[in-house]
């Protein structure tokens, strides 16, 4: 868009402003006036019909500010500023002006504004009009901490449908909307509209049901407003300001570093800035510096910078900036060796390293640090975080010094860090939450809640997400499964609960926050509550558990191609942490889930070896779960770069040491993943169909092998941890599972130790009618008759038994739970695992809590 100079007056008091000849008669016009450091605009309309929606936008010199405004707001980026005018000034009469109420506002040094516009035309009213307004706009207003944006309809029909998305200072949050649903992720809030004002009529507004909200910081002024996604002011996007004042700070014979000034005056933040070597790009950076490598040395170069913005547009190009590489043969004598090296901080996937200065004859151009033998990064200073690692890992770090001529200098001493635990120095406890539990179990997130189990957990896995099985990838949006019968090989094709995570409106009675939904926020269901679980324990992390036994059909597929592997963790990350759910009953859209996730847990039963009937089974499946778990850590890093937030990646592992085998390879997972959840339960059991082992009792979750075991392989929770501890997964990287729930067995005889490994006739009655051998916890107490409960105190397992010929169930209690407790304790494990949290009242928790302080 073309700007023209504002046309000011020298006088110290305002008078009419002439309008030229060509002006258009209905176009608003903009006079400014200067009094010492005051600065005025009268607005005048000489048109013949009220205008209403204005906005005025101009520059100011670099370092000049505005403050206190008057009957209006001032938004300031960078050098250009745009005023939206107080409510009772937004209507300009026909033939009136904004007198005596016009916008004043005080500026830091005695200046004359520049490129002033207002609805992006040229404010003297000179030059083309400007193109027709956008069919909807939104004004802003504010009263001390409240806001409100009007949305106006500027077409000739009605309108359905639209949202507001703006940027807020860090660390503001909006708050207690009304008329609108408001979802904030980072510094961006986006409104979207209730029933009732979804639909503007022709040349109207949505007052007096308007959306409006709260700011936790009365002076902060939300910027880059857009509504669907256009300026709210109705006027084009304009791009970035070419970056200005390209410069190369530092050159070598293979190296330049380049630095400019910030991109300005673009309608959308600039997000990136790319490097261009001639014609081709060479490195694109998200601040106002870079380093071109790899280049030829004492070699002449022309470089340019643009700027990107939100949108990916480009800015136009810098003024190009020709350097030439250094001559390796004007110098040959090696930097210094950097000494000294050391940490300065650790977190669960950095360390932070600083050192002493190398000297040089020619003087130092950076630093190469390694971690191993592996370049990890090169930086012009003498500190360094290295990111991208795994937590309770120890790295060794060497940093060599380079000089303007590329001579190396040898490295340093080398240096030993560890990476901090996933929970600092304390226990993690991971409790799975089910999705279909507010069914049946009417078990909801606000009963994590009411039991003072969110208080205790550090983790909370969310069970399950589904793959698509025609575009292998995170399946969701559905509503249903296919089938129940639980052996059907198709069982999980297609299969999910969109209701269950997002379309379920809540009552008070269901909801954290005693608040009822009303039907019509984009995010309800178990996903909303999770997202005010969230807010009011904020140390806790909430993970997207994706496969399980019914859901893991197609985990060889997608991890079976690079190509495959990228697109599948590509769309997980998108839908769970991006949070763009597909659009349901109403329900989801773009960022309507963001920040409720904050990583990822995997539950592929099993790579390598059998799992659900049905299941894909693939020859290579060991070594592509490898790759698939890298390949989550490699794009969750790479997001983290953008958000700031380091995200947690963890597994569902087996205990059976053959399924190990056939499946994982844990040193090189272990690099990659924060936690390994090991199954500690379902050793043995008799499954809802019979088809598992109904014909014999026996212990499902033991500490220590039982020696009147009589399988095989004596299951136990000490020999599957054994495995991991000696194929030298870090210990606190692991955590013991425990069963909230029991497994059942009936016709049991009489002997061995009240009914333990003693003949069976099949399943027992289930808590529910499909899930015969299966009952939680509090109800297997309540609603199993006559079990005595007893304790094995050798191989550490509780049962109960009903007397001969009855009933034989399986499970932990806080007896076992506080044995268990103390022993992954005393081998400094990091924690322990539920499933699944619907099985406890709160005792269970309580225990657990207590046992691990």
């Known amino acids: ?493 297609g299969a999910g609960d969109a209701e269950a995570d997002y379309g379920r409106p809540m009552s008070a009675a269901q909801s954290v926050d005693g608040k009822a939904d009303t039907g019509w926020e984009p995010l309800r269901g178990n996903f909303n509550q999770l997202k005010k679980l969230k807010a009011k324990y904020p140390n806790l992390k909430v993970l997207i558990s994706l496969g399980g036994w019914t859901y893991s059909k197609y985990f060889s597929d997608v991890a079976a191609t690079d190509a495959a592997r990228k697109k599948f963790v590509s769309s997980c990350i998108d839908v769970y942490i991006k949070g763009n759910l597909p659009t349901y009953n109403a329900a989801g859209g773009p960022g309507s889930a963001a920040g409720i996730f904050d990583g990822i847990d995997l539950d592929w039963e099993w790579p390598g070896a059998e799992g659900h009937a049905g299941n894909h089974v693939g020859a290579n499946d060991k070594a592509n779960n490898t790759l698939l778990i890298a390949e989550f850590r490699k794009q969750l890093d790479e997001l983290t770069k953008t958000t700031g937030k380091r995200y947690q990646l963890t597994a569902f592992t087996p205990a059976d040491p053959a399924k190990i085998e056939a499946g994982w390879d844990l040193p090189e997972v272990a690099k990659s993943l924060d936690i390994f959840n090991v199954q500690g339960y379902d050793f043995h059991g008799a499954g809802s169909d019979n088809s598992w082992e109904p014909n014999r009792t026996g212990h499902q979750g033991n500490l220590y092998a039982d020696a009147d075991d009589p399988y095989n392989f004596h299951f136990s929770v000490e020999n599957a941890v054994n495995v991991y501890l000696q194929a030298g997964v870090n210990p606190r990287k692991i955590t013991i599972g425990l069963a909230y729930y029991g497994r059942g067995w009936q016709g049991v005889a009489e002997g061995g130790k009240s009914g333990e490994w003693q003949s069976a006739t099949g399943a027992a009655p289930g808590q529910f009618q499909e899930e015969a051998g299966t009952r939680g916890y509090s109800n297997l107490l309540a609603s199993v008759p006559n079990c005595t409960v007893k304790h094995d105190e050798v191989a550490v397992a509780t049962y109960c038994y009903t007397g001969n010929g009855g009933q034989w169930w399986t499970f932990d209690d806080v007896w076992a739970i506080q044995k268990k407790s103390a022993w992954l304790r005393s081998k400094n494990l990091l924690g322990a695992m539920i499933w699944e949290m619907s099985g406890d009242p709160g005792t269970l928790t309580t225990a657990l809590d207590a046992a691990l302080k």
């Open 1 to 493: 868009m073309r700007r023209f100079s504002l046309v000011v007056l020298l006088a110290l008091v305002a008078t009419a402003l002439a309008i030229p000849a060509n002006a258009a008669a209905a176009r608003l016009t903009a006079a400014f006036t200067l009094n010492g450091n005051q600065g005025k605009f009268v607005v005048t309309n000489p048109g013949t019909t009220a205008i209403t929606n204005w906005s005025l936008e101009f520059d100011l010199p670099s370092g000049v500010s505005v403050s206190s405004p008057q009957n209006a707001t001032i938004n300031q980026s960078g050098t250009h500023f745009r005023l939206v005018p107080a409510f009772y000034i937004a209507n300009i009469r026909a033939g009136g002006s904004t007198e005596p109420y016009s916008p004043t506002f005080t500026l830091s040094s005695a200046v004359q504004p520049t490129n002033c516009t207002i609805n992006g035309a040229n404010c003297d009213g000179s030059g083309d009009d400007p193109p027709p307004p956008a069919p909807l706009s939104a004004t802003y207003s504010a009263s001390g901490s409240r806001g409100t944006y009007v949305v106006s309809n500027n077409s000739t029909t009605t309108l359905s449908g639209w949202s507001i998305t703006f940027d807020l200072p860090s660390g503001v949050t909006a708050s207690n909307a009304e008329n609108a649903t408001l979802t904030q992720n980072g510094t961006q809030v986006i409104l979207s509209p209730v029933h009732y004002n979804t639909s503007v009529g022709a040349g109207r507004t949505t007052d007096p049901y308007s959306p409006s909200f709260t700011l936790s910081s009365a002076s902060a002024t939300p910027a880059n407003c857009r509504v669907n996604d256009v300026r709210c002011d109705g006027r084009p996007d304009t791009p970035p300001g070419a970056p200005g004042n390209l410069r190369s700070p530092v050159k070598t014979t293979k190296t330049v570093s380049l630095a400019w000034d910030a991109s300005t005056g673009g309608s959308l933040p600039v997000v990136a800035y790319q490097i261009f070597q001639g014609s081709t790009l060479a490195l694109e950076v998200s601040g106002t510096s870079g380093t071109v490598t790899g280049l030829t040395p004492n070699t002449a170069y022309s470089f340019t910078v643009k700027a990107k913005d939100r949108k990916g547009t480009l800015s136009p190009a810098s003024a190009a900036l020709s350097v030439t590489t250094s001559n390796p043969s004007d110098d040959t004598t090696a930097p210094s060796v950097p000494a000294n090296v050391r940490t300065t901080a650790t977190g669960p996937g950095e360390i932070s390293l600083a050192w002493n200065a190398s000297t040089d004859n020619s003087g130092i151009a950076g630093y190469d640090v390694y971690n191993g033998s592996a370049l990890a990064l090169s930086v012009l200073g003498t500190t360094a975080t290295v990111s991208g690692l795994s937590p309770s890992t120890e790295y060794t770090f060497t940093v060599k010094a380079r000089d303007l001529y590329d001579n190396v200098s040898a490295a340093s001493a080398p240096l030993k860090a560890k990476t901090s635990d996933i929970v600092g120095s304390g226990y993690a406890r991971v409790g799975y939450f089910v999705q279909w539990g507010i069914y049946g179990r009417q078990y909801f997130v606000k009963n994590l809640d009411s039991t003072g189990a969110a208080a205790k957990l550090t983790h909370i896995n969310y069970a399950f997400a589904n793959i698509d099985p025609q575009n292998l990838t995170c399946l969701q949006g559905v509503t249903k499964g296919t089938t129940q019968n639980p052996q059907d090989p198709n069982q999980g094709d």
